[in-house]
Structure formats: C-alpha cells, structure tokens
C-alpha cells in the first residue's frame, strides 16, 4: 500500500521560510515522478512543483519560481520542497503526490496534506 506523508507545515510570517517533507513508502520510489500541490481555501487545487523520476529534471508553478525548490534523495524515499520568501498567497494546504513513469502526469497517489499558513 502506496502511503505518502507530509510534514513540516506551520505559521510563519512573510518573507520567512519553511522546508516541507513527504516521506513514501510501499512503492518503488525511483520510479516515480513526485510533486507538490497546493489548495487554498475556496480555490482548486493547483500544481506547485514536481521533480522526475529519471534525471531529476525539475518544473514549477509560475507563482512559486525562483522563491521554491524541490528535490528528491531516492535513498531515502523522501521528496523536498523548500520554501523561500513566503508571501500571504502561499498559504493552503500542501500535498505531495506520485505519478509512475509509465503515467507520467497522472497522480495516482496523494498525502493527507499539511497547511502553511503565511501571515502578513
């Protein structure tokens, strides 16, 4: 059973920074494309980040460029997103999500979430 778990959520005040966690297990974590999402309230949840399962090629959400980074360590099994300069928009729920090499795109495993909350 594929289980994906988030940490590191918190309040913080703009201009601060927060390093997220999500920690897999019972898949083969090399073979996954990993992402982050994020949803706010009243709003649809929207790609934030994902790192790829073959190169470690990155991409991000154009709101988030230049101030977030995501990594991933395949030994470990985790996945990373650095947060830098928050800013009051960034605050929602964060998930982080898997999507096998063979479907790439299609996120078929999700977290729980943890909220960031960024006050101004």
């Known amino acids: 059973q594929v289980q994906l778990v988030e940490s590191g959520g918190g309040l913080v005040q703009a201009g601060d920074s927060l390093r997220l966690s999500c920690a897999a297990s019972g898949l083969t974590f090399s073979r996954y494309t990993m992402a982050w999402f994020r949803q706010a309230p009243g709003k649809d949840r929207e790609f934030v980040a994902r790192?790829?399962?073959?190169?470690?090629?990155?991409n991000y959400a154009d709101s988030v460029k230049g101030r977030f980074t995501i990594s991933r360590n395949n030994a470990a099994n985790t996945v990373w997103l650095q947060m830098n300069s928050l800013k009051p928009d960034d605050t929602a729920v964060y998930y982080c999500?898997?999507?096998?090499?063979?479907?790439?795109?299609?996120?078929?495993?999700w977290g729980q979430g943890t909220q960031v909350t960024v006050s101004s």
């Open positions: 790192i790829s399962w073959i190169g470690g090629r990155t």
């Open positions: 999500a898997a999507a096998q090499d063979y479907l790439p795109g299609v996120y078929s495993n």
